[in-house]
């Protein structure tokens, strides 16, 4: 189906909307279009695959597609696509290359916010320790395994705290907060 008849055939939702029973699916694949034909490299490649493209009003967010890249990144993806390295070296030199930048004690790149969080929970529950970071989620006998959250902190991330294995700990208080600090804790979290 070509994309002026969908329009045309949307004319018959606000009557076929009141005579028929409304549903709804949780499963984003049943609103996705069928493929239009094969892949089209270019303008059009989403819709190639029967993904219709949104305008972004909100910002960054990773279940949209996070950013589009600025072109100097995107330069500097091809550039870097041309070599193979080995992984580990690279993680290193970047996280060294983003402390420099923004002059925190490190940085990292992680596929976005919930990979990221889970990164940053790991670290902070095994301590760096490679022996405890595949027994993730069974934190059994590891010392630290709670993270504070403010409530208002609290969002539609906490699954990837939740999924490093931690108790989450919510407060409200500064009282709150500071009885909640003991020797289990991991981490505090809090949106600023």
Known sequence: M?????VKNLTV???AGSILPFTSSANPADSVLPASGPLEVGPNIYQSIGVEPVINCRGTFTIIGGSVERPEV?????AASGYFVQYDELAYGVGRRLAEITGAEWGMVSAGCAAGL???????????????LIR?????GFEKTEVI?????????????RNIGV??????????????IN????LIYIMA
């Open 74 to 78: 995107v330069a500097a993806m091809k």
């Open 2 to 6: 070509k994309r002026r008849e969908i």
């Open 136 to 140: 993730i989620p069974d934190l059994s």
């Open 118 to 132: 889970k990164h940053v929970t790991a670290a902070c529950v095994t301590g760096g320790n490679p022996e405890k």
């Open 149 to 161: 959250v403010t409530g208002y902190s609290r969002n539609a991330y906490d699954h990837a705290l």
């Open 183 to 186: 020797e289990r804790t991991a």
């Open 167 to 180: 108790d989450l700990i919510t407060v409200n208080t500064e009282e709150e907060l500071k009885n909640a």
């Open 13 to 15: 939702l606000p009557f």
